[in-house]
């Protein structure tokens, strides 16, 4: 997923939680118990308050349009917010790679174990883990790998980079393939001798 379609993504859903949580707390300021606990000086809302007055509420039942404009309203955007929905499901793990005009395709997860046999041949590297990430069209590939107990980071990314990575763009091109590795450490646990 792209820095700017994370951005935007949190960007909507702080503003949904902030809208959400602003009439939430405005509504809870018209009931009794709330009220006695506020400070003197924030804002609130009067319990006498009527959000619609018989005469307008009169009106709106003489029409019999406004029902199912609410209803169908509410039904697109629920298909609008399920469709975003599995656009983000999507864009994560890759399932398929299209190599060709002719229907040839590639699983994607067994690309990503045909990189990590790669990567856990690399010296220096004890144990390799990798994930496919994105579309098609743009792939990602997240390489979390553990170092043993001899092995030198920057080794492991020298040979990552010009073995691993080299022809896992040559065998996705002309794809892009970004990558980002993660690097751990293997610890040893201190042995203690029991008498």
């Not at 349009?65 to 469709?83: C, D, G, K, S």
């Not at 990602?140 to 790998?145: D, I, K, P």
Request: aromatic share 4%.
């Amino acid at each position: 997923m792209s820095t700017l379609r994370q951005g935007v993504n949190r960007a909507t859903l702080v503003c949904a939680a902030a809208v959400l949580l602003g009439s939430g707390a405005a509504l809870a300021t018209t009931a009794t118990p709330v009220r006695d606990r506020l400070p003197s000086g924030w804002p609130r809302l009067g319990t006498d308050r009527l959000w619609l007055d018989g005469a307008a509420l009169g009106r709106w039942r003489d029409h019999g349009w406004w029902p199912p404009v609410v209803i169908a309203a509410l039904a697109v955007a629920l298909l609008l917010f399920l469709w975003w929905a599995a656009l983000e499901v999507r864009a994560g793990r890759l399932r398929v790679l299209p190599l060709g005009r002719d229907g040839v395709t590639l699983a994607g997860p067994a690309l990503a174990a045909a990189m990590a046999e790669r990567v856990k041949a690399v010296d220096g590297v004890a144990h390799a883990h990798v994930r496919l990430l994105g579309r098609p069209h743009r792939l990602r590939a997240r390489v979390t790998l553990v170092l043993a107990a001899d092995g030198s980071p920057r080794a492991v990314l020298r040979q990552l980079a010009e073995q691993v990575v080299s022809e896992a763009r040559a065998a996705a091109a002309p794809r892009t393939l970004e990558t980002e590795v993660r690097i751990g450490v293997r610890t040893h646990k201190a042995r203690r001798r029991i008498r």
